[in-house]
């Protein structure tokens, strides 16, 4: 049943199609379908590539190894929706990826959608020390980015280091830094972001 539903997607010859496709192939629920989803990524249709995000979320951990195995350096647009789909899972196994992509992805829709995912990994699942030096490895990222010269970077980054804000002991560094930035960053929007961070 599933191999008929992956063989629609390959089929599917007009962006309709393909939506539909994905949409039943989604609702199969099944693991088989989980290179097909990371592949629908790469097909230029955003609405299909919304639903493959989703379906994969859903499948959440399961679906990690091959997300970090299959990011695609060429297809920026394709890597944006790996990005956004293991932030939502919020797996700690990226945290690597989920850096690099923060601090270093040429695309800045690829570099937002990881600075808001380092913030809300699911740190409680790590074993000590991996538990204790991870959120930090997060945190230095996300101080590095909080500086960059994008204003979107930053605000991704402040909304970042408001979810990180839940490690109890990265606080003290997290509300000096958006202190730092409430005082200095030129952008309205940010200030407003940083104010809103910093009252929750």
Do not use: C
């Amino acid at each position: 049943m599933t191999d008929e539903l992956i063989r629609a997607v390959a089929l599917a010859d007009t962006p309709a199609k393909m939506v539909t496709a994905v949409q039943n192939l989604a609702a199969a629920k099944n693991v088989a379908a989980i290179p097909t989803l990371i592949a629908v990524f790469g097909y230029n249709n955003p609405a299909a590539a919304t639903l493959a995000v989703d379906a994969l979320t859903e499948l959440g951990e399961i679906a990690v190894p091959q997300l970090l195995t299959q990011i695609d350096d060429y297809n920026y647009g394709a890597r944006a929706y790996s990005i956004r789909t293991l932030a939502a899972i919020a797996d700690p196994r990226a945290l690597d990826v989920l850096i690099t992509a923060a601090a270093t992805d040429f695309a800045p829709s690829v570099r937002r959608a990881a600075a808001k995912g380092l913030g809300n990994l699911h740190w409680h699942q790590l074993k000590f020390p991996d538990s204790h030096t991870a959120p930090k490895k997060a945190l230095e990222t996300l101080l590095l980015i909080s500086q960059d010269s994008e204003w979107s970077i930053r605000y991704a980054a402040v909304v970042g280091l408001q979810a990180l804000a839940n490690v109890p002991d990265l606080q003290e560094p997290i509300q000096t830094r958006l202190k730092q930035m409430l005082a200095t960053d030129v952008e309205k929007s940010i200030r407003a972001r940083v104010q809103l961070a910093s009252n929750q």
